[in-house]
């Protein structure tokens, strides 16, 4: 008897949300038998999860605070998937767009408030785009694995991001800590409805509408998605593959940037090491289960965002630290991954005749 | 003169876990799989190794244990890549992010707590040579054994016949496959091994660099190791080499600080990557064959048999 | 041992079945090699001969059936247990590590090899069977720098490093030159003289006819006959492939060729690796008219078509249309200007397999209205003409929204020439058009093509087939090492074997010399 696995030749796209349901809900499970072995109670760990960020609107805007960077980066990141450009530098990308940001405000403080937000979010971008777009001529001239370089300016962009703030930006009377002084109120970008909710989130919702309709109903999309297929079908098309490269890290790196202009200017007010909690690399696992869908990105971003607090909960509340939902999210992804194996393949057993399952 | 070879022999042991960790990635590309997970993979290892070593008092099971840890973990990755297919890139995240939390979970009883590691010993002769000697041989048990480590992997790829089905597998599975390599089972070992390493190099750190457990205590030691491995075009002896090269900016940097100077840190700490960016594009650029040929043509990309083009 | 026992066959499969996800690959097949026989197993494209011949190599789990070695029944469960029974094969685009050394490319996955590798008696031990078979080459040297026959002599000598009985060649002269191939068979002959017993897959019939003992003919993945060598036919022989009566009996209508309307002087461009790939092609292609194109695979038969649709610099020479100058022009204005291009490559070129029908369809036209609307898709549109394209060339689609990947070969073809065929082009340059399909697709490509030459399109075709090209052709250019040896004027006239010749690389004036002088084609040739 052996297993056996047939390439599907159809796979029915029911299949595909059933799939990704069981494989999150097997997480949570082998999550908990985790958190069983370690003396947590999952249960209680779960339901103070679920209280902590859907508990109150209070709690429900806290998710949608820790949300709207994870969702605006899973855009950016999406765009290049879409390409099958593996861009997992977003998290620098957006460290240079607060930087600039934050330079902005320093050097050129204005009165104006939309004059202000403006510039600083131009800025945000273009420095987020360059950055993200010179990992992208790298690849698109010499074929530098974009996977390798974009991880190397994460680096190299936190570091700067610490070389200011620890050093010429730093507030003097921030008690030692590596911040700048807090912005002019002409930089920060309103919060809604007495939350910390900030008005990126106007932004982030034309941005994925927008985002889109571009990917599905324009030439561009079109044939951003047809690169992200087949390339060589691409070139056959006559389409620039080196351009587009070029384009895509661009307008990537620049949402990136912006994700990090709105998270200093709408939340934090101030320029300071570490203020992303790894949002460009946790965007990765939204951009990955949403299956590079826009609009369901956001959702996905909620629920992400919504154990990001979870996390906080837990090390306020049961004393764990506050890393342990990586746990979570490490093994929703493991098992989304191996989900992925059923839909594109049907397994059965085999009795008798010899023959090979897969590669098992 | 004093000061340099403090700093040489310190650039040696701060190197040394990215090495490990360089040449367990080396050991799984050259077959062919892409593990981005390094960093939760040192992590874990680190943890279980000072774990182990914390609660039997014997540093040596607990090196042991992280590298049984280690090879754990790069069955998982193996499993999803190799068996399931699934995106190598996507799974080394989430293997980052799998043990990068699961450490800081279970180490969180550890905090604060320090072990007695296992101490340096001078190689006799060796260690006298002038300036080598102290950089090189009056270090300890694990520097030497990544000394050995770096010969016999160097020697297993050119001279081996494993060595050689190793690299037949990461430069063409279908080539290999027909000449009845058992390609999945040898990219399963080599994932396996290769991961082992890695939490060696994680293990380093806690029981013979720190002697203590700190909640992401590698900082990002993983992901410049994913780095050196191009830096080092997959040789082991150039592996070395920019693990050294990192150590050396790490330890300047620690005496920098120490000695209270005004050069900007941070800006020093962004070389290795600056240059690994570069040696990149010159790999790129200069289509030297010798050098480009050494990238394993299938890495990253899964094998399945029966599937017709 | 076994050249003893006559009734013994070296190896036998019975009732060979393999299906892939639905499509049956082969069905109750058998098939036997005898001990210094060459054993040749013939059929088209898709008659399931590789198929087969990956069953016993260990390759593929077979569905149904059973293998005997010697006589005694075996199962292989991978490669590695073929090679241990004695069977070697040698793919057509070789199984090489191209990174590694000759010598280390034939103890690849080899059992008994000492851990550490002893470079220099493995060498000797290839020299010395180099010597035995006259298969020189240098074991020290990395595959990547050797030639394509040299490359094909090491996959030959792996296998008898390995002490293979039963070699199988899978359409081992299709990458040759003549004198290439000569030298093959002469190292065939010297195999059998030492007791191995070789399967030769191939579709070239004087190739079948000269050298082999015994034929099996396959037809869409069944057995459609067997018999000697000597007792039978060329004739025969095909009949049994193609399963009727050939010649193929196509009509191709008398027509008069219109004007030249596609201009190619001087061509000339470089292959992926930077090196002469087409040297200097003068050609033009008129309406109502096709224009064969035989030659050997790898002579730039695709570097040509790429730089006559834009897809590839050209380094010289120049092309026009009309009065336009299109010389490196971008590949959107070829297709602007209604010149259409079907690539031999079909699924790995042509399409974008993951992706619907719909979307596939306006991939040569997404950029131009009606499909286009300003910045934007008009999907309604495409879906449209995708349902048009599915109806007007018969394919076998479920919907517009089907991936193209779950489309059988000959759909996909159907489609491919559909979406390029259906808006009446000017010029299609089309590339091994029914490569791998079965009768009845081929059948419908081949009448697809000359109602368009009857449409008034100008075709250049490229294929292999000789078969196909003197059915279809109204002049025939024969390609060698990327220049025209001559083009014939009515080549239905010239005997097969002449054609032959040329694309071995002999001159038109020389391989002519001796026949009719009425085809005084021969000022046409380039040179």
Not at chain 3, 45 to 74: C, E, Q, W
Not at chain 3, 254 to 259: C, D, S, T, Y
Not at chain 3, 370 to 380: L, M, R, T, Y
């Amino acid at each position: 008897m052996k297993l056996r696995a047939e390439k599907r030749i159809d796979s029915p796209a029911w299949m595909t949300v059933v799939v990704t349901l069981a494989s999150v809900c097997l997480a949570f499970v082998a999550g908990g038998v985790f958190l069983y072995l370690q003396g947590v109670s999952p249960l209680t760990a779960y339901r103070m999860i679920l209280r902590s960020a859907f508990g109150s609107v209070y709690d429900l805007s806290e998710t949608a605070v820790r949300a709207l960077p994870l969702a605006t980066v899973s855009l950016a990141v999406m765009l290049c998937f879409t390409m099958l450009i593996w861009n997992i530098g977003a998290e620098g990308q957006a460290f240079i767009g607060a930087l600039t940001a934050a330079a902005v405000v320093r050097y050129f403080p204005m009165e104006d408030r939309l004059a202000m937000l403006s510039l600083m979010a131009l800025a945000a971008a273009v420095a987020g785009g360059f950055w993200a777009g010179v990992a992208g001529v790298l690849k698109a001239k010499w074929n530098v694995s974009e996977i390798i370089s974009t991880l190397m300016l994460n680096y190299i962009a936190i570091r700067l991001l610490e070389h200011f703030v620890y050093g010429p930006w730093r507030d003097p009377s921030s008690l030692g800590f590596p911040m700048t002084r807090p912005f002019i109120p002409q930089a920060r970008l309103p919060q809604l409805w007495g939350t910390r909710i900030h008005m990126g989130l106007y932004g982030l919702l034309i941005l994925s509408a927008f985002m889109w309709l571009a990917l599905k109903k324009t030439r561009w999309g079109y044939e951003i998605r047809i690169m992200g297929s087949n390339a060589r079908a691409a070139h056959y098309a006559g389409m620039n593959y080196a351009r587009s490269v070029v384009l895509v890290m661009f307008l990537s790196g620049a949402i990136a940037g912006i994700a990090g202009m709105c998270e200093v200017s709408g939340l934090q007010g101030r320029l300071q090491a570490g203020f992303s909690a790894q949002y460009g690399y946790t965007a990765i696992i939204v951009a990955w289960l949403s299956h590079l869908n826009p609009p369901l990105s956001l959702l996905v971003a909620f629920l992400i965002g919504a154990l990001l607090v979870g996390g906080e909960a837990l090390q306020i509340g049961m004393g764990l630290p506050l890393a342990s939902v990586q746990i979570l999210q490490g093994l929703i992804l493991f098992f989304v991954l191996g989900g992925e194996f059923f839909y594109n393949y049907r397994v059965r057993l085999d009795f008798g005749r010899p023959g090979f399952g897969g590669e098992r | 003169m004093e000061t340099l070879v403090s700093i040489l022999a310190a650039a040696v042991r701060s190197g040394t876990p990215i090495l490990y960790a360089t040449l367990g990635e080396i050991l799984t590309e050259k077959c062919g799989v892409m593990n981005l997970g390094l960093e939760g993979i040192m992590l874990m290892g680190a943890f279980s190794g000072f774990f182990v070593s914390l609660s039997t008092g014997n540093p040596w099971l607990g090196l042991a244990a992280a590298f049984g840890v280690g090879m754990c973990l790069g069955l998982i990755h193996a499993f999803i890549s190799v068996s399931l297919g699934g995106n190598q890139v996507v799974c080394g995240l989430a293997m980052t992010m799998f043990g990068g939390g699961a450490s800081a979970l279970m180490g969180r009883g550890c905090i604060g707590m320090t072990i007695r590691g296992i101490d340096g010993f001078s190689i006799p002769w060796f260690s006298e040579l002038p300036l080598v000697g102290r950089v090189f041989f009056s270090q300890d048990v694990m520097v030497y054994a990544s000394y050995a480590l770096v010969v016999v992997l160097y020697c297993f790829f050119t001279a081996t016949r494993p060595g050689m089905n190793l690299r037949a597998v990461g430069e063409n599975p279908k080539a290999a496959d027909a000449m009845g390599l058992p390609v999945a089972r040898i990219r399963y070992l080599y994932t396996v091994l290769g991961a082992g390493l890695v939490a060696l190099g994680g293990a380093y750190i806690s029981v013979i660099y720190n002697r203590f457990w700190a909640e992401s205590m590698t900082a990002g030691r993983g992901w410049i190791a994913v780095a050196m491995v191009i830096f080092a075009v997959w040789n082991p002896f150039q592996a070395a080499l920019g693990a050294y090269l990192f150590g050396g900016v790490e330890a300047f940097q620690l005496r920098l600080q120490a000695a209270g100077t005004s050069v900007p840190t941070p800006l020093l700490m962004m070389l290795p990557y600056v240059m690994t960016i570069l040696v990149l594009l010159f790999i790129s650029i200069g289509k030297g064959r010798r050098v480009s040929l050494s990238a394993p043509a299938a890495l990253g990309a899964p094998f399945h048999r029966e599937e017709r083009e | 041992m076994d050249e003893g026992k006559k009734s013994t066959p070296l190896v036998e499969m019975r009732g060979i079945t393999k299906r892939f996800s639905g499509v049956t690959a082969n069905s109750d097949v058998n098939f036997s090699v005898e001990a210094g026989e060459v054993h040749a197993l013939l059929g088209e494209h898709g008659a399931g001969k590789s198929t087969l011949m990956n069953v016993l190599y260990g390759l593929y789990a077979p569905d149904g059936g059973r293998i005997f070695v010697a006589g005694r029944p075996v199962t292989f469960r991978s490669p590695r247990d073929a090679i241990a029974a004695g069977i070697g094969m040698v793919h057509q685009n070789f199984m090489l590590v191209q990174t590694l050394t000759v010598w280390e490319n034939m103890i690849l996955g080899l059992k008994g090899t000492p851990f550490v590798l002893p470079g220099k008696k493995i060498q000797n031990r290839i020299a010395g069977i180099s010597e035995q078979y006259g298969l020189e080459i240098d074991p020290r040297a990395a595959v990547w720098q050797l030639s394509t026959g040299e490359r094909q002599r090491v996959a030959i000598l792996q296998m008898l490093y390995r002490n293979a009985r039963v070699l199988i060649l899978d359409e081992p002269t299709a990458v040759l030159t003549h004198q290439e191939a000569g030298r093959l068979f002469r190292t065939i002959r010297r195999m059998t003289e030492e007791g191995h017993g070789v399967v030769f897959i191939s579709h070239k019939m004087n190739e079948v006819m000269n050298e082999t003992r015994r034929v099996t003919v396959l037809r869409g993945g069944k057995n459609a006959g067997a018999a000697m060598t000597a007792e039978t036919t060329g004739e025969a022989l095909a009949e049994m492939m193609m399963g009727r009566k050939v010649p193929l009996d196509l009509y191709r209508k008398p027509m008069r060729a219109g004007p030249a309307v596609f201009e190619a002087d001087d061509l000339r461009a470089l292959n992926d690796r930077g090196l002469d790939a087409v040297g200097g092609l003068s050609f033009h292609l008129r309406q109502n008219e096709i224009l064969g194109v035989a030659g050997i695979a790898g002579n730039g038969q695709r570097e040509l078509c790429e730089a006559l649709v834009g897809l590839r610099a050209l380094t010289g020479g120049t092309v026009r249309m009309g009065g336009a100058n299109l010389t490196n022009a971008s590949p959107r204005r070829f297709v602007d200007r209604g010149v259409r291009y079907i690539p031999g490559d079909r699924r790995g070129v042509g399409m974008a397999p993951g992706m619907d029908i719909s979307s596939n369809a306006i991939l040569r036209r997404y950029w131009s209205k009606p499909v286009a609307s300003g910045a934007f898709i008009d999907w309604k549109r495409s879906e449209k003409l995708s349902r048009q394209i599915i109806r007007d060339f018969n394919v076998s689609a479920p919907s517009p929204r089907t991936p193209v990947r779950n489309l059988s070969g000959g759909n996909l073809q159907k489609f491919l020439m559909g979406r390029e065929l259906s808006d009446s082009p000017k010029v299609v340059i089309v590339m091994h058009p029914t490569w791998g399909l079965d009768v009845a697709a081929t059948r419908y490509v081949r009448e697809q093509l000359l109602a368009q030459r009857e449409a008034g399109a100008a075709i250049l075709l490229i294929s292999e087939d000789l078969d196909e090209l003197l059915a279809l052709s109204d002049r025939l250019a024969v390609l060698y090492r990327g220049r025209f040896m001559g083009i014939l004027a009515e080549p239905e006239g010239v005997p097969p074997e002449k054609i032959g010749l040329m694309m071995a690389g002999t001159w038109i004036s020389e391989a002519l010399k001796d026949s009719a002088p009425e085809n005084g084609s021969a000022k046409e040739a380039a040179s």
